[in-house]
């Protein structure tokens, strides 16, 4: 199953179902050092920026469509 990580961290949620069969094909992450360590484990996934600025047509342009989309809770709303 193909998966959309949103507000993806350092990839916490990826490493977690990858190793229970999933496929991460993309991550959206605004904040630049946690941008650093997706592309550096996974080179070959696109990593988008801002989410406000995402959207289906861009993805299916680029050639993602996710199965299952997962997401962390953004920073600017924790505690």
Same mark, same amino acid.
Request: aromatic share 8%.
């Given at each position: 199953?193909?998966?959309?990580?949103?507000?993806?961290?350092?990839?916490?949620?990826?490493?977690?179902?990858?190793?229970?069969?999933?496929?991460?094909?993309?991550?959206?992450?605004?904040?630049?050092?946690?941008?650093?360590?997706? @592309? @550096?484990?996974?080179?070959?996934?696109?990593?988008?920026?801002?989410? @406000?600025?995402?959207?289906?047509?861009?993805?299916?342009?680029?050639?993602?469509?996710?199965?299952?989309?997962?997401?962390?809770?953004?920073?600017?709303? @924790?505690?």
């Amino acid at each position: 199953m193909k998966v959309l990580d949103l507000f993806s961290g350092i990839g916490g949620f990826s490493v977690g179902l990858e190793r229970a069969g999933f496929e991460t094909v993309a991550f959206c992450e605004i904040e630049e050092y946690p941008r650093s360590v997706l @592309k @550096k484990h996974w080179p070959d996934v696109p990593v988008y920026g801002d989410i @406000k600025q995402l959207t289906a047509t861009q993805l299916r342009a680029d050639g993602i469509v996710p199965e299952l989309i997962c997401g962390g809770l953004p920073a600017t709303l @924790k505690g």
